[in-house]
């Protein structure tokens, strides 16, 4: 999963638990590059 739409930086993961942290990095991520015209 691509966590950093900038670099490209991926993660794997082989354990359910594993992908479900590489989700929420991707999350922050958005949350912290998104902006005001991305939120509407």
């Given at each position: 999963?691509?966590?950093?739409?900038?670099?490209?930086?991926?993660?794997?993961?082989?354990?359910y638990?594993?992908?479900?942290?590489?989700?929420?990095?991707?999350?922050?991520?958005?949350?912290?590059?998104?902006?005001?015209?991305?939120?509407?």
């Amino acid at each position: 999963m691509t966590v950093n739409l900038d670099t490209g930086e991926t993660l794997y993961a082989t354990e359910y638990s594993d992908h479900l942290a590489n989700v929420e990095t991707l999350r922050a991520w958005v949350a912290a590059n998104q902006t005001e015209s991305d939120a509407e």
